[in-house]
């Protein structure tokens, strides 16, 4: 980039700005020296580098660069062997490295990716031996500590004690009556490193000792005792051993940067090329900056651009250059904003290409030009007697002999200078050549002939500033496709000029000026119709965009709660099934022992009725009485004979009587058909037991005659404590292991029916007898 082009377009000016977001000497410099890359590759990943700054940014806030010092110079002093620095460049090298290994772990925390950032972060060296020898010696003012050597803290203890004793020597002096009077003041002080007494002038002599130095006024005079000579010279002689081990210091540490020069100077170079980076992304956060597009064929399309110069005052527009075109021609009214569109342009241009964002809307794009050429102002070199015309043409010369398919021209004021007429043809040629060599133009002017190239030329774009002929202000916005009207003689009429000189102006006017005049301000007034209504058009279809899109949020909303309150709804009816099956499971278990109470208790009564039906029947038969009358029960020695007829007692006695109506609340449920056996074969007793009486319940009320409990051999635990549970089950006749091919041992087999005391004994015999086995 041509240093004349960067000076015209103010890029300095943009570098000095940035500058002050650098937080070291080195960041600053590197600001200041700063350069627009040339190739696309080489700018992508500046850009890469800056957005990923500004994300840090906004996550964890600036890199810590504190401390970071310029050591390069210093570096290269201390290359010869036998180089001493002073502990002040020490203690910059210092904070240098302490800055290293800050930025280090800022960089190596956060969580996103940043892969261009840790690119660098792998290049800053590892110098905490460095900075911990160095933190030792050297303390926060650049003084030498105690702690840097052993020797050093031994010569400063006993200095320090010298100090005192020369001191307290001194104060005794002016405790002896006869010296008194020959004391100015009871002061003790320096004079060449030697402790010193302030005597009176007229007592000099009385005080034997030395005179180093007396007042300006020569009322004082500052003595050193006799007494303390011997103490002063042995304080000399420890204060110069002092400064050698102070030096012998220096140089160790001296030596220590010098085996880490190359770690010290690219430690520079890194936390800089960061420093510069971190500015960059702080300069685009506060100018609202985005990343731009590149593109590689020449064209430009920026948003919303604002030129950064002018901060708040700034007016955005919009510059764009389609693709085909390879000229753009900026017409209209002086102070309109042409020269400051051109500016922005080539200023933006430059930032982009210098890795920065710009300040510009999402969605811009820019181009990279390998040259940026910028003729803007008045050039004329008085020195060289050349006119602004002279200046223009040799500006002009230059970039013609440079200029190729990768330069971006900027001229302002084409043409200018000279007859309008030969200023606008020479202008034409110029254009033409630049179009040939490839180049991409973007040019300012006020001639009606480049107006009318640019309509018959189709790689040519016409362009106007904005001007409102009622008020006669500009907006500054840029029209597209439409030479603009310079309104001269209206901004003449503006800035005061008398009302006859400007119908006298109008006068000297051609006819065929006049009517060109009228029709661009007429397709000036028709283009501002077109943007009205275009404008006008484009608010309703987002009023409609934006009426559709709260209808689908709303929808959508509707959508969420629609399903919201299915969701609801499932919850509570699955909530109160759940808790309805709860209340059945809870009263069918009620039931079921209530009934297994009732059936126990049922058994019990007809063991008690067949014992006593026993005796009767046994009796009965001794007797010889009758067995045959209606309700009689046989004479017979068989229980089970005595319990059938029982039951057949029952139930015509049952029949006998109406059936009671069913009682309201009642619940009905269906017993299940009964299991003829049942596995318990890896249960704990406790789950088992609740199991055997609801299948011996179960068995019982189906009418079946033996269930077969399967609950394996294993230790015999579980055997066990279901056979001692069946010995006492009031439905349980008897039991007994299975045989062979049932089981054997790891079965018991239950005689199901109501227990009969007359056949105790043997129940609990054959109960004993199963429980023995094993």
Same mark, same amino acid.
């Given at each position: 980039?041509?240093?004349?082009?960067?000076?015209?377009?103010?890029?300095?000016?943009?570098?000095?700005?940035?500058?002050?977001?650098?937080?070291?000497?080195?960041?600053?410099?590197?600001?200041?020296?700063?350069?627009?890359?040339?190739?696309?590759?080489?700018?992508?990943?500046?850009?890469?580098?800056?957005?990923?700054?500004?994300?840090?940014?906004?996550?964890?806030?600036?890199?810590?660069?504190?401390?970071?010092?310029?050591?390069?110079?210093?570096?290269?002093?201390?290359?010869?062997?036998?180089?001493?620095?002073?502990?002040?460049?020490?203690?910059?090298?210092?904070?240098?490295?302490?800055?290293?290994?800050?930025?280090?772990?800022?960089?190596?925390?956060?969580?996103?990716?940043?892969?261009?950032?840790?690119?660098?972060?792998?290049?800053?060296?590892?110098?905490?031996?460095?900075?911990?020898?160095?933190?030792?010696?050297?303390?926060?003012?650049?003084?030498?500590?105690?702690?840097?050597?052993?020797?050093?803290?031994?010569?400063?203890?006993?200095?320090?004690?010298?100090?005192?004793?020369?001191?307290?020597?001194?104060?005794?002096?002016?405790?002896?009556?006869?010296?008194?009077?020959?004391?100015?003041?009871?002061?003790?002080?320096?004079?060449?490193?030697?402790?010193?007494?302030?005597?009176?002038?007229?007592?000099?002599?009385?005080?034997?000792?030395?005179?180093?130095?007396?007042?300006?006024?020569?009322?004082?005079?500052?003595?050193?005792?006799?007494?303390?000579?011997?103490?002063?010279?042995?304080?000399?002689?420890?204060?110069?051993?002092?400064?050698?081990?102070?030096?012998?210091?220096?140089?160790?540490?001296?030596?220590?940067?010098?085996?880490?020069?190359?770690?010290?100077?690219?430690?520079?170079?890194?936390?800089?090329?960061?420093?510069?980076?971190?500015?960059?992304?702080?300069?685009?956060?506060?100018?609202?900056?985005?990343?731009?597009?590149?593109?590689?064929?020449?064209?430009?399309?920026?948003?919303?651009?604002?030129?950064?110069?002018?901060?708040?005052?700034?007016?955005?527009?919009?510059?764009?250059?389609?693709?085909?075109?390879?000229?753009?021609?900026?017409?209209?009214?002086?102070?309109?904003?042409?020269?400051?569109?051109?500016?922005?342009?080539?200023?933006?241009?430059?930032?982009?290409?210098?890795?920065?964002?710009?300040?510009?809307?999402?969605?811009?794009?820019?181009?990279?030009?390998?040259?940026?050429?910028?003729?803007?102002?008045?050039?004329?070199?008085?020195?060289?007697?050349?006119?602004?015309?002279?200046?223009?043409?040799?500006?002009?010369?230059?970039?013609?002999?440079?200029?190729?398919?990768?330069?971006?021209?900027?001229?302002?004021?084409?043409?200018?200078?000279?007859? !309008? @007429? &030969?200023?606008? #043809? +020479?202008? /034409? =040629?110029?254009?033409? $050549? %630049?179009?040939?060599?490839?180049?991409?133009?973007?040019?300012?002017?006020?001639?009606?002939?480049?107006?009318?190239?640019?309509?018959?030329?189709?790689?040519?774009?016409?362009?106007?500033?904005?001007?409102?002929?009622?008020?006669?202000?500009?907006?500054?916005?840029?029209?597209?496709?439409? !030479? @603009? &009207?310079?309104? #001269? +003689?209206? /901004? =003449?009429?503006?800035? $005061? %000029?008398?009302?006859?000189?400007?119908?006298?102006?109008?006068?000297?006017?051609?006819?065929?000026?006049?009517?060109?005049?009228?029709?661009?301000?007429?397709?000036?007034?028709?283009?501002?119709?077109?943007?009205?209504?275009?404008?006008?058009?484009?608010?309703?279809?987002?009023?409609?965009?934006?009426?559709?899109?709260? #209808?689908?949020?709303?929808?959508?909303?509707?959508?969420?709660?629609?399903?919201?309150?299915?969701?609801?709804?499932?919850?509570?009816?699955?909530?109160?099934?759940?808790?309805?099956?709860?209340?059945?499971?809870?009263?069918?278990?009620?039931?079921?022992?209530?009934?297994?109470?009732?059936?126990?208790?049922?058994?019990?009564?007809?063991?008690?009725?067949?014992?006593?039906?026993?005796?009767?029947?046994?009796?009965?038969?001794?007797?010889?009485?009758?067995?045959?009358?209606?309700?009689?029960?046989?004479?017979?020695?068989?229980?089970?004979?005595?319990?059938?007829?029982?039951?057949?007692?029952?139930?015509?006695?049952?029949?006998?009587?109406?059936?009671?109506?069913?009682?309201?609340?009642?619940?009905?449920?269906?017993?299940?058909?009964?299991?003829?056996?049942?596995?318990?074969?890896?249960?704990?007793?406790?789950?088992?037991?609740?199991?055997?009486?609801?299948?011996?319940?179960?068995?019982?009320?189906?009418?079946?005659?033996?269930?077969?409990?399967?609950?394996?051999?294993?230790?015999?635990?579980?055997?066990?404590?279901?056979?001692?549970?069946?010995?006492?089950?009031?439905?349980?006749?008897?039991?007994?292991?299975?045989?062979?091919?049932?089981?054997?041992?790891?079965?018991?087999?239950?005689?199901?029916?109501?227990?009969?005391?007359?056949?105790?004994?043997?129940?609990?015999?054959?109960?004993?007898?199963?429980?023995?086995?094993?």
């Amino acid at each position: 980039m041509e240093e004349r082009s960067l000076r015209v377009l103010e890029f300095h000016l943009f570098l000095q700005g940035l500058q002050a977001y650098a937080s070291s000497e080195v960041g600053q410099a590197l600001c200041l020296a700063l350069r627009p890359a040339s190739r696309a590759g080489e700018v992508e990943t500046r850009l890469r580098e800056v957005a990923e700054a500004r994300d840090l940014l906004e996550l964890d806030g600036d890199i810590p660069l504190g401390g970071l010092a310029e050591l390069r110079p210093l570096l290269h002093q201390a290359r010869a062997e036998g180089t001493c620095l002073p502990s002040q460049s020490l203690l910059q090298v210092q904070s240098t490295a302490v800055a290293a290994g800050n930025a280090r772990r800022f960089l190596q925390k956060s969580e996103r990716p940043h892969p261009h950032l840790e690119k660098w972060r792998e290049r800053i060296p590892e110098l905490r031996d460095l900075h911990e020898a160095l933190h030792s010696a050297i303390g926060p003012r650049g003084e030498i500590l105690d702690s840097a050597s052993p020797e050093l803290r031994r010569l400063r203890r006993e200095i320090l004690l010298l100090r005192s004793r020369i001191r307290n020597a001194l104060e005794n002096l002016w405790e002896k009556e006869d010296l008194r009077k020959v004391f100015q003041e009871q002061i003790i002080t320096l004079r060449n490193d030697r402790y010193v007494v302030a005597v009176k002038a007229e007592f000099k002599n009385t005080l034997p000792g030395i005179i180093h130095d007396q007042s300006q006024s020569r009322a004082t005079f500052f003595i050193e005792p006799l007494s303390t000579l011997g103490e002063n010279n042995e304080l000399n002689m420890l204060l110069q051993d002092e400064k050698e081990e102070e030096r012998r210091i220096l140089l160790f540490l001296t030596d220590r940067v010098r085996e880490k020069s190359g770690e010290l100077k690219q430690a520079v170079e890194v936390l800089g090329h960061l420093d510069l980076v971190f500015a960059k992304a702080k300069w685009a956060k506060a100018c609202r900056g985005t990343l731009p597009e590149l593109n590689g064929r020449g064209y430009w399309r920026l948003l919303g651009a604002r030129h950064p110069l002018l901060g708040a005052k700034a007016v955005p527009i919009d510059l764009r250059l389609e693709p085909g075109q390879s000229i753009l021609i900026l017409t209209g009214a002086n102070a309109g904003g042409k020269t400051a569109a051109l500016k922005t342009l080539g200023l933006l241009t430059l930032i982009a290409q210098s890795g920065v964002p710009i300040p510009a809307d999402e969605g811009s794009e820019v181009a990279v030009f390998g040259k940026v050429f910028a003729d803007i102002g008045d050039e004329q070199d008085l020195r060289e007697n050349l006119s602004t015309f002279s200046a223009w043409v040799r500006s002009v010369a230059h970039i013609l002999e440079e200029a190729d398919e990768a330069s971006l021209v900027l001229l302002d004021e084409a043409g200018g200078g000279t007859d !309008p @007429g &030969e200023g606008a #043809a +020479l202008t /034409m =040629a110029i254009l033409d $050549g %630049l179009h040939k060599r490839g180049a991409k133009v973007m040019v300012t002017t006020h001639l009606h002939l480049l107006k009318a190239y640019g309509a018959v030329h189709p790689h040519v774009a016409n362009v106007s500033v904005e001007f409102d002929p009622e008020t006669l202000r500009p907006s500054y916005r840029l029209l597209y496709g439409l !030479p @603009g &009207e310079s309104h #001269a +003689l209206l /901004m =003449a009429r503006k800035c $005061g %000029l008398p009302a006859e000189v400007i119908r006298q102006a109008y006068s000297y006017l051609g006819e065929g000026e006049q009517k060109t005049s009228q029709l661009l301000q007429s397709l000036e007034q028709t283009q501002r119709e077109l943007e009205r209504k275009l404008q006008e058009g484009e608010e309703a279809r987002r009023e409609a965009e934006n009426l559709r899109r709260q #209808a689908e949020i709303l929808w959508h909303q509707t959508q969420k709660e629609k399903e919201k309150l299915l969701i609801q709804l499932r919850e509570e009816t699955r909530s109160e099934v759940q808790q309805a099956r709860e209340d059945l499971r809870l009263l069918i278990s009620e039931f079921k022992a209530k009934g297994r109470t009732d059936l126990h208790r049922l058994g019990r009564e007809i063991q008690s009725v067949e014992e006593r039906v026993g005796d009767w029947a046994r009796e009965k038969s001794e007797e010889g009485g009758p067995s045959g009358a209606p309700g009689a029960l046989p004479a017979s020695d068989s229980p089970d004979a005595g319990l059938s007829r029982l039951r057949e007692v029952f139930a015509q006695r049952s029949a006998e009587k109406p059936p009671r109506p069913p009682k309201r609340g009642r619940i009905d449920y269906s017993i299940p058909s009964p299991k003829r056996e049942i596995n318990l074969i890896g249960l704990r007793v406790e789950e088992a037991i609740p199991l055997v009486d609801k299948a011996i319940d179960e068995a019982f009320l189906g009418g079946l005659k033996e269930l077969e409990v399967i609950h394996g051999a294993g230790t015999g635990r579980l055997r066990q404590a279901i056979r001692e549970h069946l010995q006492d089950h009031p439905l349980v006749k008897a039991f007994l292991p299975g045989g062979p091919g049932r089981g054997g041992n790891g079965v018991t087999v239950a005689d199901i029916g109501p227990a009969i005391s007359s056949r105790g004994d043997q129940r609990r015999s054959n109960k004993a007898g199963a429980g023995d086995k094993p």
